[in-house]
């Protein structure tokens, strides 16, 4: 498996990012070595808070949620996926799975030993996420899913189809630009440079290439039995279980109801819609880190 690593010169100076980085490695399917980039902010004695990202975005999404949690006394966890932000690169889109993303967001986990987790994710961070969540459920204590599904074959939006035949054909895939265009409000030069800052070329963004023709949007497609096995794990899963999906996101509305009517979690809560496109990161962040602090526990408050 060839590697590429952004250099880190690129992410120098980053509107709203001034966090330290955090490396793991964790081993490729052939034995490689991939480092695992991830932010990690705030009271270590507190209980974790995880933010997962997905499609094409990194850990810079969250940069707002985790400063205001951590400010709060939160732990908050950030990794990026491999393939993206600050972690290695397979240079091959064969070396991109779903189950590989799966292992190798398990085994960062379980170097870190994360317990009592209260997760948000959205987009490719809850087809892993609630993988993780189904795979491991007494190490989360409340999961907030926003703008994300965990598909098994079925219909597929035609929002999701016009993105897939896009992804696949466009020369270059202009990553910043998508960002921009998925969120409700104008990310200024400086943000969507951020988010173009991960890949200094084509070749570095294989993974982002190859995620939405990862998705199980038909029976023939990989990961479609794991995913019915993790269904029936969270159809079990009796802890809080938030909805926030977003009011404006043509590709998962809707996909609420399915968690609220299956996941026994998410019965008589007090479920959210925020106002914002697929990236309500970027729209709704103070939303976002409101609703989880009042869900996680942070550290007590330092004494003056």
């Known amino acids: 498996m060839k590697i590429l690593r952004t250099p880190d010169e690129r992410f120098a100076d980053l509107p709203g990012y001034d966090f330290a980085p955090h490396y793991l490695q964790i081993p490729g399917p052939d034995g490689t070595e991939l480092r695992l980039h991830y932010l990690d902010e705030g009271p270590r004695r507190a209980a974790p808070v995880l933010l997962l990202h997905g499609e094409p975005s990194w850990c810079y999404l969250y940069r707002h949620i985790v400063a205001d949690l951590a400010a709060r006394f939160h732990r908050v966890l950030a990794p990026d996926l491999i393939g993206f932000g600050r972690s290695d690169k397979p240079s091959e889109r064969a070396d991109y799975t779903y189950e590989r993303h799966v292992a190798w967001m398990t085994a960062w986990l379980l170097a870190l030993d994360l317990r009592d987790i209260t997760l ?26 926003s703008n994300t599904g965990l598909p098994v074959g079925g219909s597929v939006p035609e929002a999701f189809a016009m993105w897939l035949q896009y992804s696949q054909t466009v020369p270059v895939l202009p990553i910043g630009a998508l960002i921009d265009r998925g969120s409700a409000r104008d990310l200024s030069e400086a943000e969507i440079a951020a988010y173009d800052a991960p890949f200094p070329d084509e070749t570095y963004k294989e993974g982002a290439r190859q995620f939405p023709a990862l998705v199980p949007i038909t029976p023939a497609h ?17 802890k809080p279980f938030i909805t926030a999906f977003s009011d404006a996101d043509p590709i998962t509305a809707g996909g609420e109801k399915l968690f609220q009517a299956r996941v026994p979690g998410a019965r008589g809560r007090a479920h959210r819609t925020l106002h914002g496109g697929h990236f309500v990161q970027e729209d709704a962040p103070r939303e976002i880190a409101d609703l989880l602090h009042e869900l996680a526990v942070p550290a007590a408050m330092p004494a003056a």
């Open 120 to 145: 948000f994710c959205q987009d490719w961070g809850g087809l892993i996420g609630l993988r993780l969540v189904a795979a491991l459920p007494e190490r989360f204590a409340n999961v907030v899913v």
């Open 222 to 238: 990989g990961s479609v039995s794991e995913n019915k096995a993790a269904w029936g794990a969270l159809e079990k899963f009796d």
